[in-house]
């Protein structure tokens, strides 16, 4: 089963790839329509920091991609408000193959319900090439808790507290839903990232903490913490002994899961060799193998598939959240 130490592996293996941390790339052209993509460097935006989970995956398909089409594929790491920093590079740039992006459903379905309107960032802005992978979030606790089961949260009398990771998260949204909808009082501590969080369940700054399971698993599986729901929609495979939400009587039903982008207009000749690299990447053992170590489910839709799927969630969210009345962004203050 996945250690941390292999994700880092995975990252080092793959630093062989063009690419920045912090700062942009000089490039040529990535394509245009002529059927020959890519012809150079293609910038490849990730909007959040070096080692989690959306730059992993971004890397390990940018590798996938360059050996299925060639050409260089430069991952950019353009962290903040959950992905829209990243978002706006993309849209803004040049149609021509030459920019992409892994992009994250929080950013299109949730970060919408916490900002002001004219903050949201809309899928309509975008083409979408295909999905990628889903990542689920699973609610832990430390000993010091003294909780053990969702029972637990359901028959407290105390405030509990819980880690957040941002606001117009998955991780907030998932945890706040499902402390309203077990009638527990609860209060959202803030923290910058999947990370910060997980080392406040561990060392008992916080009660609870919701986050994605790759996080989490090396402690959940070494007894260091306990695993009470996840919010998938079924039991996933990773932690088959822990209930869903669901199952345990919570309606709350919150994913994480990222598909390739474009900037609008980009010719087909581009998306459909996308498409194709895409394909390729995912048909190999390696990154079945990288699926596997970083706890990721296969959401491998088509691009039209996706864009359904990000507009049913985000109306099924923006439901939830006027059903248990909720503030996302006062939860996460």
């Known amino acids: 089963m996945p ?157 509990i507290t819980y880690a957040t990771t941002g606001v117009g998260t998955g991780a907030q949204l998932s945890c706040a839903l499902a402390f309203e909808a077990a009638g527990a009082k609860a209060e959202a501590v803030p923290f910058d990232g999947g990370a910060p969080a997980l080392t406040a369940v561990l060392g008992g700054q916080v009660d609870t903490a919701c986050i994605q399971t790759g996080e989490g698993i090396e402690n959940i599986e070494n007894g260091k913490l306990t695993a009470l729901t996840t919010f998938a929609p079924e039991r996933i495979d990773y932690l088959p002994d822990v209930e869903t939400a669901k199952e345990q009587g919570l309606d709350v039903e919150v994913y994480q899961y990222r598909f390739m982008t474009v900037p609008k207009g980009t010719p087909d000749t581009v998306t459909e060799a996308l498409t194709k690299g895409m394909k390729d990447t995912f048909a190999s053992e390696d990154y079945k193998k990288f699926n596997e170590q970083n706890s990721l489910t296969p959401m491998e839709l088509t691009g039209d598939e996706v864009t359904e799927e990000l507009k049913a969630d985000k109306a099924r969210y923006a439901e939830l959240v006027k059903e248990y009345d909720l503030d996302l962004t006062e939860q996460a203050k």
């Open 3 to 159: 250690q941390k130490t292999t994700r880092l592996i995975a990252l080092v293996g793959m630093s062989t790839l063009a690419l920045t941390a912090c700062g942009g790339v000089k490039t040529t052209s990535g394509g245009g329509g002529d059927g020959d993509y890519p012809k150079g460097t293609v910038e490849m935006y990730v909007g959040a920091s070096a080692g989690g989970s959306s730059d992993l995956i971004s890397r390990s398909v940018a590798k996938g991609l360059s050996d299925s089409l060639g050409g260089t594929f430069a991952v950019i790491n353009r962290e903040g408000a959950n992905g829209a920093l990243a978002a706006g590079q993309v849209k803004d740039a040049k149609n021509d193959g030459s920019v992409i992006s892994i992009q994250n459903a929080s950013l299109f379905t949730i970060t919408p319900l916490a900002v002001p309107e004219d903050e949201a960032t809309s899928i309509d802005d975008f083409d979408v090439v295909g999905g990628v992978s889903r990542d689920d979030y699973v609610m832990v606790t430390g000993p010091k808790s003294g909780l053990k089961t969702l029972d637990d949260i359901k028959d407290s009398t105390e405030t």
